[in-house]
């Protein structure tokens, strides 16, 4: 006959698995607004070169070119939600362990907010304005090294240093802390690592993430806290005692939220990725033809594609296919190639 253990008595202090908060929450932007709406539409003017002053004729100033913008639809995606029971009669047996509001938080600190933070880092990674590979594996020797390469390509870019904030997994950090820069450099600040900041380092807050929450094949990110933003809609929670059919607690939970870059601050988004045999791959950027004609050497890929002089990726006017629609001389073409599995390519400009 088969043993039958029971429980005969629960303690009052039940286990529960080891929680964090959010580590994306506080880093991103939050000047819009997803109020009564599902998408919002954002519009980047289009400034014009400066010209040399003419001092006679009629247009002294240059030719006037009426200012054009670039528009980009950030729409919700990520509608997730949750249920469950909690028995009246189990939970007495229990000794009431089972406390309902408490219950309610474990679910959302277990579940909701990891998946949340894991939704967000693993889109930061194929959003990036640069994503750059390395085969080489990233050491406490290079780490440095290689961060400042993304710090380097920000300044180039205008990036503002204010702001950013170096997002690592926990293995790249373990590297990072060992580099003879980063103990030369700052000391580590104090802060609760309930939000992740472990340190600074060139003037970067860094946030250390663990594996469970971090995209797959990345060594780190670079993130300007204006490049991009997470809005949460929805954070609806609700508790219904003795509800009908049930002689207990319903907990019930509903988060729509997603996580957007901006097109016109991309490049406040630096992803290294590692690219060494069987790890991630980066699809090679497409060529594309005279006649418009758009391929790649990678397989397998898919094209977006713009005429306007917008970039593909975040544009709205993006289009997809294999062929520009538009092919008058002077068309300005610019195509990346995605593919799932694999992080984008950079974007070729094309004049036909």
Request: net charge neutral; hydrophobic share 35%.
């Amino acid at each position: 006959m088969s043993a039958i253990n029971l429980h005969s008595k629960y303690a009052k202090e039940i286990q529960t698995r080891y929680t964090r908060d959010s580590l994306i929450n506080g880093h991103l932007s939050n000047d819009y607004s997803f109020s009564g709406v599902k998408t919002v539409r954002i519009s980047t003017p289009i400034t014009v070169p400066m010209t040399d002053y003419t001092r006679t004729g009629t247009s002294r100033y240059g030719t006037p070119t009426e200012m054009e913008d670039i528009v980009q639809e950030l729409t919700l995606t990520q509608d997730k939600s949750f249920t469950l029971t909690i028995d009246k009669g189990n939970n007495a047996d229990q000794n009431g362990v089972k406390e309902a509001g408490r219950m309610l938080a474990l679910q959302i600190s277990e579940k909701a907010i990891p998946l949340m933070d894991k939704y967000s880092f693993e889109r930061l990674s194929k959003l990036g304005g640069k994503i750059v590979g390395e085969a080489t594996a990233i050491s406490k020797s290079n780490v440095c090294e290689r961060i400042t390469r993304g710090t380097t390509y920000m300044d180039d870019c205008e990036v503002p240093s204010f702001g950013r904030t170096l997002f690592v997994p926990s293995d790249t950090y373990a590297k990072l802390r060992l580099s003879e820069e980063f103990k030369a450099c700052e000391k580590l600040m104090d802060k609760s690592l309930t939000k992740g900041i472990v340190g600074t380092y060139d003037n970067m807050n860094v946030i250390k993430v663990p594996r469970s929450r971090w995209p797959e094949n990345v060594n780190f990110m670079i993130v300007h806290k204006r490049a991009a933003c997470a809005p949460v809609k929805l954070n609806d929670t609700k508790f219904h005692k003795d509800p009908p059919g049930i002689s207990g607690a319903l907990l019930e939970g509903r988060q729509y939220y997603d996580l957007f870059v901006f097109g016109a601050k991309c490049d406040g988004v630096y992803v290294e990725v590692n690219t060494a045999s069987g790890a991630g791959t980066i699809c090679e950027a497409p060529v594309v033809s005279a006649a418009g004609e758009i391929s790649c050497t990678t397989s397998g890929v898919g094209f977006k594609y713009t005429t306007d002089g917008s970039d593909p990726r975040y544009s709205a006017s993006a289009k997809v296919g294999n062929a520009s629609d538009v092919t008058e001389s002077g068309t300005v073409v610019k195509a990346y190639a995605y593919k799932n599995g694999a992080f984008p390519s950079e974007v070729t400009t094309v004049t036909l």
